[in-house]
């Protein structure tokens, strides 16, 4: 089979995608800490902004998801062609959601604060700087899926370096706004903001260059809104059915966003610093997931089924392993970190609790990433989809209002309802694979590309 870029290796296409993990948390991070420089709503508001970014990056990686799918099963099974027509039939669609998100937030963010039940105090604060967050949102629709395309081509360590950059430039940036620096008034939260946007530009004119140079795709104005029919189709068989999984999530945690609004500026504070420090530990399970489900597509493209099988477990109980090691790091340095940054009692017991919590999450968690991605790179997705929205809304939002809410746990019984939601959907996509159902559309997948190449 052809490769592209580098071989199929899962450490070598998994480390640059670490690398890139480890940035974005440590400027998530960062980014935190600067907002608890400014004030605790600021930390409120940045922390609720970046559970919106999550929510739309969810509806974004649909696109990317199918885009990378579709595409790493071209590369699989020879067709080259084939794979540059998904890349830019995805790179359209991607245009068209960024500038819906930048409506819907950026033209209107009194009203999705009022739905996010931020405190009426903080709205002053918040609603220029949501106008930049719908900005970003569009920006980051465009790189999510012209990066997925570069990973399903394998060029991993180009999208670490182009992350890398734009990481470094949004510090750059970010720094001298919020604190004023050599004239420069300090901007406060609105200079994060502006980090974000700038950086994300910059970025987005590299990618246009590495597609050019190392994919052969050159981008023309329409290639940015032509919506091409045929591998548009492929590119929603594979992201629709992920579109109401990754939807249904963000609602329901949307849901338990606004439980958390609801107890308080410092419930809410303490939440944004628990799913922080979650991201920590998940990072590297999170890009053995990438990398696997990248191998797995090339594996299937080729019909290589056997070594997709063994692919997927090996991948599996490294996570695993690596998982439960940063989770048990996280419950002695987590409460310290946010003591010594924060100095706020009532946080440091919240968060301490919420890491102990951490302990029974992330091995569903781990189970879920891992076997989901398998699955869609089979293009298995419609039953786990199915299963996986009836989980959000039974135990990732319902059980979290029972506990949470109505018995009076406040975010412990949040984080019990996450953990419930993880593990029963983690559980159902391991039997599903284990039962092999997702085989069928695994070999449909490689019939629809040998007759393509037949054709042509």
Not at 157 to 163: F, G, I, P
Request: charged fraction near 10%.
């Amino acid at each position: 089979m052809k490769k592209s870029g580098q071989k199929l290796d899962l450490f070598a296409i998994t480390w640059p995608m670490f690398v890139e993990q480890l940035l974005m948390m440590a400027i998530g991070t960062l980014g935190l800490w600067m907002a608890g420089h400014v004030s605790t709503a600021a930390v409120a508001i940045f922390g609720l902004a970046n559970q919106l970014r999550g929510i739309f990056d969810r509806l974004f990686r649909v696109v990317g998801i199918g885009t990378s799918v579709m595409v790493t099963q071209h590369k699989g099974g020879g067709d080259d062609a084939g794979a540059r027509d998904v890349a830019r039939a995805g790179l359209a669609a991607s245009v068209w959601t960024g500038l819906i998100a930048m409506v819907l937030i950026g033209l209107a963010p009194a009203q999705a604060l009022k739905l996010l039940r931020l405190p009426p105090e903080l709205f002053e604060l918040a609603t220029p700087f949501f106008v930049l967050t719908g900005i970003g949102l569009a920006l980051d629709s465009i790189f999510i899926t012209m990066v997925s395309v570069l990973r399903a081509y394998t060029f991993t360590k180009d999208s670490m370096r182009l992350t890398m950059a734009m990481n470094i430039l949004q510090v750059a940036v970010s720094v001298p706004l919020v604190f004023g620096f050599s004239g420069i008034p300090a901007q406060g939260l609105m200079g994060l903001g502006w980090g974000q946007i700038i950086s994300r530009i910059v970025v987005l004119i590299l990618l246009a260059v590495l597609w050019l140079h190392r994919l052969h795709i050159r981008l023309t104005p329409i290639d940015l809104f032509r919506l091409a029919r045929g591998p548009l189709s492929g590119i929603l068989h594979i992201g629709l059915p992920s579109a109401g999984e990754k939807i249904a999530f963000r609602i329901a945690f949307l849901m338990t966003v606004s439980m958390a609004a609801g107890m308080g500026t410092s419930a809410l504070a303490s939440h944004a610093y628990g799913m922080q420090a979650a991201s920590w530990v998940t990072m590297y399970m999170v890009s053995l997931g990438f990398g696997s489900e990248i191998i797995i597509g090339h594996l299937i493209g080729a019909g290589k089924l056997k070594q997709a099988n063994a692919t997927l477990w090996r991948t599996l109980w490294i996570a695993m392993g690596i998982t439960m090691a940063g989770a048990i790091a996280s419950c002695f340095l987590t409460p310290a970190a946010i003591g010594w940054l924060a100095n706020d009692p009532q946080l440091v017991s919240l968060i301490t609790t919420i890491v102990i919590l951490e302990l029974l999450l992330e091995p569903g968690r781990c189970l879920n990433v891992v076997l989901m991605g398998g699955l869609r790179a089979a293009g298995d997705v419609r039953f786990p989809v199915k299963f996986s929205v009836v989980s959000n809304f039974v135990f990732g939002a319902g059980l979290s209002w029972l506990l949470g809410v109505h018995f009076g746990m406040g975010l412990p019984g949040i984080w019990i309802g996450y953990i419930a939601d993880e593990w029963a959907r983690g559980l159902i996509m391991s039997w599903r694979w284990y039962r092999l159902g997702w085989t069928t559309t695994a070999r449909a997948a490689r019939r629809r590309i040998l007759k393509k190449l037949a054709a042509a």
